[in-house]
């Protein structure tokens, strides 16, 4: 049987790399697309908001991690002053045309020290915040929490890696749900969690910067980069489901909302056709898509992960089951390029591993071909409509909201972002195709709409379809040429590249 399934998984691969139209030479329209669809665009709290110390908002484990000094160049204390310039860019959103905007709400904003009292003047913010998005007809749709938990929890017991959060994270959600669910109908619970644990708990790259020698890439004081990544990872999934428990047992029937996890995702090809890349693309799916989206389907973990990870993944009981399967109404997916992979079996012969040594494969993203600008993504629009269609096929095709889709350019004065351009025509484009083919996908947001503080290299890249100039006072935002395009778009101007290049380009650049 065993013998019989390699072709089979071989064909599957390749149908997905043949889904995929040539969208970039395409014309389509945003009434090409479902009625119910949804377009829009996102920001995070710590990446957007600023005002860290004021109002009565405490620490995350961001705010920690920017001011120690080991990683960035730069942090989140004023980042775009969202919390003060909200109004004038929810007013920008609405001049550009988009139909929602996907926030996350600041845990330690909210409820300063993680548990307890409340913060009014957090409350008020994201009510205003909220308030005002439905004044312009766009529908909020919020985050519990963007890798930015309390630093008070982190202090008190270690964060995602104690139990312990599970019930102070419900708290949370409770709260949140209590006081904005009447508005807001679409809920995430976690942010990437997969890749958040991996960052925070096996290369230590974020916070909380934990990892242990020689698989993190930074000095970690502190981790243990074979065992805790597990652990996190399982821990989030019960805290999710707590939350969606709760939500669905207390607040949907009344609020008519939804909610969902996040997860980051590539699109794993095979580097060679040869037998072992082609298993070696589906055990990267399985570990890092199915480590956290089986538990939620299936109920229990891959069995390719349980059996490399060993006593090092927490098992779940019966009743963690039976209340993490079928938790979710819909996944959110976070998709910026593809990985080309070949086995590195050779891993699981070390004396210790982490997921990545686990995982035995050799992950090959970025400039693989050799034809991408200096700070840009790939251009790969392919490997999207591949990500939607495994969960199409071996998922049961659920409810998937594209959360994250976007071009990185390095951060700098030109505002003719023709790379972004020609990026988002071709993924969205993707993602027609892919609805084309079937996907139960509802909805797409790029990422960002402005260029926000980023959790990888802080200021130093940019995603943004407006422009902050962060040497002016006021830090002026100013439409880049990828705001007209997505604009036209979402008004229903029929899309092509050469549509695209037409369009009257903003010539300013500003002084360095």
Known sequence: MANLRLPMLFLLLLSFEKLVLSVDAEKYSRRDFPPDFVFGSGTSAYQYEGAAFEDGRTPSIWDTATHSGNIYRGNGDIACDGYHKYKEDIQLMAETGLEAYRFSISWSRLIPNGRGPVNPKGLEYYNNVINELLKHGIQPYATLTHDDIPQSIEDEYEGWLSRKIVSDFTAFADLCFREFGDRVLFWTTVNEANIFVLGGYDWGAIPPQRCSRPFGIWNCSRGDSSLEPYIAG?????????????????????QHGSIGINIYTFHFVPFTNATEDVIAAERAKRFFIGWIVDPLVFGDYPEIVKKHAGTRIPAFTEHEREQVKGSFDFIGLNHYMTSYVTDKSSSLERNSSD????????????????DTPPGEYPFEPSGLAGILEYFKQFYGNPPIHIHENGQRTQRNTTLNDTGRVKYLHGYIGSVLDA?????????????????????????????????????????????????????????????SLDFTLNIEKSTYHFSQ
Do not use: C
């Open 234 to 254: 399982h821990n989030i999934l019960l805290a999710h489901a707590s939350a969606v428990r709760l939500y669905k047992k207390k607040y949907q029937g009344v």
């Open 355 to 370: 997921f990545f040594a686990d995982m035995a494969v050799q992950m090959m993203v970025g400039d693989v071909h050799g």
């Open 435 to 495: 609805l084309r083919n079937g996907s139960n996908t509802k909805g797409y947001f790029q990422w960002s709409f402005l260029d926000v503080f980023e959790l990888v290299d802080g200021y130093e890249s940019a995603y943004g379809l407006y422009y902050v100039d962060l040497d002016d006072k006021d830090l002026k935002r100013y439409p880049k040429l990828s705001s007209h395009w997505y604009s036209n778009f979402l008004k229903g101007k029929t899309i």
